[in-house]
């Protein structure tokens, strides 16, 4: 693993058996939940920030590709990918793998997903405002905690090559101009290390000027943890099994004493909806499998995270290392890793110029995904203070800081920056059969 660990001895943990009415149980201590925690220490209040592993390792985070997406202000559903995904298919060459077997078990989320489709522009205006700050959030963030190292304010690239990769990016342009970005195109001087990588004739590309990149960003998850421990809040390793409303109360059941809480915040990716349900809440959480491989001591061709727009991968330059990214993997729960996949990314990896080797180590992680791929943010209706911050997809890292900072308002019962009534579960209605 890399990066640092919390420091010794920092880490508060409380005793079994006991009641913490005062206490704001965060549960799931990826991007999301340390943010959160920390958000919450800051304002001074009584935090534990509880996870089955160490912060960042367990979930999606630890695999995060690093990239503050500053640009992805749509949500994913729209009516072009409903009748072209075939297009996008593993078998073709593409992203996306949706076996028929796993598309008939997931008929309702998909039913779901294509109802999102009809309203992208809406969906586009709700998520937009909390996505488009996000690199200036992470900034403020990370000075704030004095760990300014973890962030590199680059930009990001989105590349292509051949004859069509022009017309491509001046469309792109075009589109992010109308949605706020601000883009400009890669210089011929920028693209001759690429084009000589693969040996092609033409390129085009896109530089994003407010985006940005994270160097670590299991360092990053570890830098919230230890911030938030070091404005008085606690951590602990407990496997979080159950919870249920006791009045105005929440008690964490697990597979020691019950723990007994005067409030808490669902931050466990896939593992949220069963805590959710007690709480009248149902969250179609659905896991989209991801892969990366990492090339360590190399330099990167540009010095910020580049899309590869024709080989669908994302490089992004780490401490030490750089780290590439693919797949929108669906698959049952639990399934094994396909080490097809991985072998086919290091196969295109290397094509674009990069020294890889065929066979190696690789990660595969869910991304947790709501099917109008909008974040479920919010608090549970009833007495008892329970609120949610799930189902980021794979924006997760770009939304932390704004994501904790709106749970933080939620919590003090201070008026939101944003109305979140977009993120609210209730959306979702009761578990469709």
């Not at 959160?36 to 995060?64: I, Q, Y």
């Not at 974040?375 to 997760?396: E, M, V």
Request: charged share 20%; hydrophobic share 45%; aromatic share 8%.
């Amino acid at each position: 693993m890399y990066g640092r660990a919390l420091p010794a001895g920092s880490l508060i943990v409380y005793g079994a058996a006991v009641n913490q009415q005062d206490t704001i149980a965060v549960i799931g201590a990826g991007i999301i939940g340390a943010a959160v925690a920390l958000a919450l220490a800051r304002e001074g209040r009584r935090v534990c920030l509880l996870d089955r592993a160490e912060p960042g390792v367990a979930g999606a985070s630890f695999g995060n590709v690093g990239h503050i997406a500053a640009e992805l202000v749509q949500p994913l559903p729209s009516l072009s990918l409903l009748f072209g995904f075939w297009r996008e298919l593993y078998s073709m060459g593409g992203p996306l793998d949706l076996p028929p077997r796993q598309a008939l078990r997931m008929l309702p989320w998909i039913g779901r997903f294509a109802a999102a489709a009809c309203r992208r522009a809406e969906n586009t205006r709700h998520l937009a405002p909390l996505v488009l700050p996000a690199a200036a959030d992470w900034a403020r963030w990370i000075e704030e905690i004095g760990r300014p190292e973890l962030l590199r304010r680059h930009g990001h690239y989105e590349i292509g090559f051949g004859a069509e990769a022009l017309s491509r990016a001046r469309v792109q342009a075009r589109l992010m101009t109308r949605l706020g970005v601000k883009t400009r195109p890669v210089s011929s001087e920028e693209l001759k290390p690429l084009q000589r990588a693969v040996r092609a004739e033409t390129a085009a590309g896109l530089w994003f000027e407010d985006s940005a990149h994270v160097t670590d960003p299991l360092e990053a998850v570890r830098a919230f943890a230890a911030a938030a421990v070091a404005r008085a809040a606690a951590f602990r390793r407990l496997n979080v099994r159950a919870l249920r409303p006791c009045g105005d109360d929440i008690e964490i059941l697990s597979e020691e004493a019950p723990l007994r809480v005067g409030a808490a915040v669902v931050c466990a990716g896939m593992g949220s909806q069963p805590l959710l349900a007690p709480f009248g809440l149902y969250a179609p959480l659905q896991a989209v499998r991801g892969y990366h491989i990492e090339l360590p001591g190399q330099t990167p061709f540009l010095d910020a995270p580049t899309v590869y727009t024709g080989n669908h991968v994302l490089v992004t330059p780490m401490a030490g290392r750089l780290r590439a990214s693919s797949y929108m993997e669906f698959a049952p729960p639990g399934a094994p890793a396909d080490p097809g996949k991985a072998a086919r990314l290091r196969q295109t990896v290397s094509g674009l110029g990069y020294a890889c080797e065929p066979d190696g180590p690789y990660w595969m992680g869910a991304r947790p995904v709501l099917p109008d791929y909008l974040p479920g943010i919010g608090r549970a209706a009833g007495p008892a203070r329970l609120f949610y911050a799930i189902g980021h997809q794979h924006i997760g890292l770009t939304m932390a800081p704004v994501t904790a900072e709106l749970i933080a308002d939620l919590v003090a019962d201070r008026r939101p920056r944003q109305s979140l009534a977009a993120f609210d579960l209730q959306r979702f209605g009761a578990r469709m059969q």
